[in-house]
Antibody
Framework: QLQLQESGPGLVKPSETLSLTCTVS??????????WGWIRQPPGKGLEWIGS???????HYNPSLKSRVTLSLDTSKNQFSLKLTSVTAADTAVFYC?????????????WGQGTLVTVSS | EIVLTQSPDFQSVTPKEKVTITCRAS??????LYWYQQKPDQSPKLLIR???QSFSGVPSRFSGSGSGTDFTLTINSLEAEDAATYYC?????????FGGGTKVEIK
């Protein structure tokens, strides 16, 4: 069964770069059938799509974050990654990685458990 | 950006009752609407695809309907394990967006 697992620092200082990795098991991120995305959820709030990427490396970013976000993948490790620069307290959130099947924009059928990233000095 | 408005924000329901949650889009999204269930401290789980298709393994008491701008998630005969927040999401228009969520509490 497909599993996704986020990893990375739980605490990031303001103005620094948040870096997270999603490790996929039970399936290949090199598949042409799927897209891989990141979604975040500030504590007690709703969900926000950050961006998605395809096995070819093509990327799609939320315009609200586009200037600060970079997604990449490493097929040799079956991982994909998120970098968010110049973070502020407003970026504190649980970050989820997820798979989508029909397009880069959803539907997200498998999700990681999520990792809380706090932005604080 | 398409705004998805869910109603109600909160619902307290007795077991075996029927629950209806609506999601209204600020413009037509065809059938590109998904429903997710998120229990406390868990990641969202996909329930319904394309407005009405049940995702694999989802109990039959969950159903979806609608197209265009108005969509409904129905939970027939609510069970205690259905206590959660439910979100709709659209993929018709870039960027994809989520509704604000509907919290369902068991009385």
């Amino acid at each position: 069964q497909l599993q996704l697992q986020e990893s990375g620092p739980g605490l990031v200082k303001p103005s620094e770069t948040l870096s997270l990795t999603c490790t996929v098991s039970g399936g290949s991120i090199g598949s042409t059938r799927y897209y891989w995305g990141w979604i975040r959820q500030p504590p007690g709030k709703g969900l926000e799509w950050i961006g998605s990427l395809y096995y070819s490396g093509s990327t799609h970013y939320n315009p609200s974050l586009k200037s600060r976000v970079t997604l990449s993948l490493d097929t040799s490790k079956n991982q994909f990654s998120l970098k968010l620069t110049s973070v502020t307290a407003a970026d504190t959130a649980v970050f989820y990685c997820a798979r989508s099947t029909t397009s880069p924009y959803g539907d997200f059928d498998y999700w990681g458990q999520g990792t809380l990233v706090t932005v604080s000095s | 950006e398409i705004v998805l408005t869910q109603s109600p924000d909160f619902q307290s329901v007795t077991p075996k009752e029927k629950v209806t949650i609506t999601c209204r889009a600020s413009q037509s999204i065809g059938s590109s609407l998904y429903w997710y269930q998120q229990k406390p401290d868990q990641s969202p789980k996909l329930l319904i695809r394309f407005g009405y298709q049940s995702f694999s393994g989802v109990p039959s008491r969950f159903s979806g309907s609608g197209s265009g701008t108005d969509f409904t998630l129905t939970i027939n005969s609510l069970e205690a394990e259905d206590a959660a927040t439910y979100y709709c999401q659209q993929s018709s228009s870039f960027p994809p967006t989520f509704g604000g969520g509907t919290k369902v509490e068991i009385k």
